[in-house]
């Protein structure tokens, strides 16, 4: 967009979309909604009205705006406003500032009769909310129909992620990846609802498949923070039905939402530039630490030289070698990556660092190769600041236009739960539960002695990702007797000495229950070299950590527990 105010959504929405699409959306009534605006939700719709003018199609296009706060940065620095995950201050160079929306302007814009939706920043999982909303009338304090109907949004939100995609069990889909269908959810007024796929696609949906994605990136599972609504997943039950690829989802419980919304801005720090070169022959580790020393030290001299600062961050890696598990884990390799990351406040640090590379290929390690896609190139490090603002201060506006008029335009606030609301959710909350479903599938006991000596991988299946800086694994029990084994065994102190060498000394690892499926959840903060594109490590958001910690010993326990036999 700072290149051209033109921009800024997503372009492929409308050339893989609604171009090729939008004959057949007309005739077959569907309707679609998408967060596909960006940060410039008005030239999406422009776009696309041109398109669909173009080849006379008559279609409504609705859009909900009001995510952006860019014109609110000198109120907020005089706040005095901190970032929700460190405490840093608001920086100088914002880039961009944006508040997830809810799924309110969506409802309110296919109320209108709008056949396509576009948003700027909102939750992922509002997109599924909002027709839902829309369609069976739910009103805004039915909380626990507003929690199932996010849920749902959750579990299909990353696509195959559902059906099989980077399942625990990815033998069981291997064959099938290239035809492997997206999640539907069919949902009934109740909150019920049905994970499937289309017939004759690849991948799987199962208990295990459904239950690694809504373990994804929660966080606190009885307190799973949206605009709509807080959602309790705690209580989840699956359910496989006699048809195929089809697990039965109930047992959602919602709660009135905070009164703030998440704002992710983004601000300007500096340059980076990842360089990865493949080692191959003896001792080829030894020889990336010791080439990656000297090519930094080259390039210090030439900041030394021109009176410039040195790197504000270095991540040095041997790929192959399995420093990403830790010291206790390496393996002599005879051909590994090099992996260097710098990052450096001004743009000509970078720049002397790719030169000075060149001196590697004949000055340095035998078995040097090549630079992977060339002399790295500096690339803008933009950082994320995260904090929380009241809703009563941002205003949502939908619009519905017909053609090139504009049909409607509404504005309203995300919901404000009242202090009775909140006191009912509270009483609600500490009222014992019960559970007269099995937390997972029950199958034949073995003894302790035959449990063994195992890796976490044959009793769980596992899935991880991050929150900014944060990691999240969860940890789903195969069988129900599995479960006080798993609980006993990977507690916190435990992954947090399993994960030292990625942690810092202000990381905390943090152990969430979901005894409706018979789960663990793991947030570990500080975990990720900073995050996203802030990072300079190999695996910026966390998502091999669960396949990680898949390899943690399990040793016999008191507990009786089932030895799985897995696809792997």
């Known amino acids: 967009?700072?290149?051209?105010?033109?921009?800024?959504?997503?372009?492929?929405?409308?050339?893989?979309?609604?171009?090729?699409?939008?004959?057949?959306?007309?005739?077959?009534?569907?309707?679609?909604?998408?967060?596909?605006?960006?940060?410039?939700?008005?030239?999406?719709?422009?776009?696309?009205?041109?398109?669909?003018?173009?080849?006379?199609?008559?279609?409504?296009?609705?859009?909900?705006?009001?995510?952006?706060?860019?014109?609110?940065?000198?109120?907020?620095?005089?706040?005095?406003?901190?970032?929700?995950?460190?405490?840093?201050?608001?920086?100088?160079?914002?880039?961009?500032?944006?508040?997830?929306?809810?799924?309110?302007?969506?409802s309110t814009a296919l109320d209108q009769g709008a056949d396509i939706v576009v948003t700027g920043r909102c939750v992922d999982s509002a997109l599924a909310l909002g027709p839902l909303m829309h369609e069976f009338k739910w009103k805004r304090d039915d909380f626990d129909s507003l929690a199932a109907g996010s849920l749902a949004g959750h579990l299909i939100e990353c696509g195959a992620q559902a059906t099989g995609g980077i399942m625990t069990d990815w033998k069981q889909t291997a064959e099938t990846w290239s035809t492997i269908g997206f999640p539907v959810v069919e949902c009934a007024e109740d909150g019920k609802f049905v994970v499937t796929k289309p017939k004759g696609t690849g991948g799987v949906v199962s208990r295990n498949s459904v239950a690694e994605q809504l373990v994804y990136e929660i966080g606190d599972p009885q307190n799973y923070y949206l605009p709509d609504v807080t959602c309790d997943f705690s209580d989840v039950k699956l359910t496989e039905l006699p048809d195929a690829h089809s697990v039965l989802v109930e047992g959602v419980r919602g709660k009135p939402p905070s009164d703030s919304l998440k704002v992710s801005a983004t601000f300007m720090d500096g340059y980076r530039a990842i360089v990865v070169s493949p080692m191959i022959g003896q001792r080829a580790a030894e020889k990336v630490h010791m080439m990656a020393h000297h090519q930094l030290e080259r390039a210090r001299q030439m900041f030394k030289f021109l009176k410039m600062d040195d790197f504000t961050h270095v991540h040095v890696q041997a790929i192959g070698e399995c420093?990403?598990?830790?010291?206790?884990?390496?393996?002599?390799?005879?051909?590994?990556?090099?992996?260097?990351?710098?990052?450096?406040?001004?743009?000509?640090?970078?720049?002397?660092?790719?030169?000075?590379?060149?001196?590697?290929?004949?000055?340095?390690?035998?078995?040097?190769?090549?630079?992977?896609?060339?002399?790295?190139?500096?690339?803008?490090?933009?950082?994320?600041?995260?904090?929380?603002?009241?809703?009563?201060?941002?205003?949502?506006?939908?619009?519905?236009?017909?053609?090139?008029?504009?049909?409607?335009?509404?504005?309203?606030?995300?919901?404000?739960?009242?202090?009775?609301?909140?006191?009912?959710?509270?009483?609600?909350?500490?009222?014992?539960?019960?559970?007269?479903?099995?937390?997972?599938?029950?199958?034949?006991?073995?003894?302790?002695?035959?449990?063994?000596?195992?890796?976490?991988?044959?009793?769980?299946?596992?899935?991880?990702?991050?929150?900014?800086?944060?990691?999240?694994?969860?940890?789903?029990?195969?069988?129900?007797?599995?479960?006080?084994?798993?609980?006993?065994?990977?507690?916190?102190?435990?992954?947090?000495?399993?994960?030292?060498?990625?942690?810092?000394?202000?990381?905390?690892?943090?152990?969430?229950?979901?005894?409706?499926?018979?789960?663990l959840n793991f947030v570990l903060t500080d975990s990720l070299g900073g995050g996203g594109v802030t990072s300079l490590r190999p695996d910026p958001q966390g998502k091999a950590y669960g396949q990680m910690l898949a390899d943690l010993r399990i040793t016999a326990s008191s507990s009786p527990c089932c030895h799985c036999k897995t696809a792997m």
Request: proline share 5%.
């Open 1 to 106: 967009k700072q290149k051209n105010p033109d921009m800024g959504y997503a372009p492929d929405f409308l050339a893989a979309v609604i171009k090729p699409l939008q004959h057949m959306i007309k005739e077959k009534g569907i309707r679609v909604v998408a967060n596909a605006g960006g940060v410039n939700p008005s030239a999406c719709v422009a776009a696309m009205q041109h398109i669909l003018k173009e080849s006379g199609v008559d279609l409504r296009v609705g859009a909900v705006t009001g995510d952006d706060l860019m014109d609110q940065q000198a109120y907020l620095r005089e706040l005095g406003v901190t970032d929700l995950y460190n405490g840093e201050g608001f920086p100088e160079n914002i880039q961009s500032m944006n508040a997830y929306l809810g799924a309110h302007g969506i």
């Open 323 to 519: 420093e990403s598990y830790g010291p206790a884990q390496k393996i002599k390799n005879r051909e590994v990556m090099q992996w260097v990351g710098v990052r450096h406040k001004q743009k000509e640090g970078i720049e002397i660092f790719g030169r000075e590379l060149a001196a590697a290929g004949t000055g340095m390690a035998p078995g040097t190769t090549t630079l992977v896609g060339g002399r790295p190139k500096p690339t803008p490090v933009f950082r994320l600041f995260s904090f929380f603002y009241p809703k009563s201060r941002i205003e949502v506006i939908t619009t519905v236009y017909d053609k090139d008029s504009q049909v409607f335009q509404g504005t309203t606030t995300e919901y404000l739960a009242s202090e009775e609301q909140v006191a009912a959710s509270a009483q609600r909350s500490s009222s014992p539960r019960t559970s007269t479903t099995p937390a997972a599938p029950s199958c034949s006991l073995l003894s302790v002695d035959e449990l063994g000596d195992t890796r976490l991988e044959q009793i769980a299946c596992l899935r991880s990702g991050d929150k900014g800086d944060s990691a999240n694994i969860g940890v789903v029990a195969r069988c129900d007797r599995c479960i006080a084994v798993i609980q006993e065994q990977v507690t916190e102190q435990k992954v947090k000495h399993y994960f030292q060498h990625l942690l810092t000394p202000k990381s905390e690892v943090k152990r969430y229950i979901l005894p409706g499926i018979g789960a």
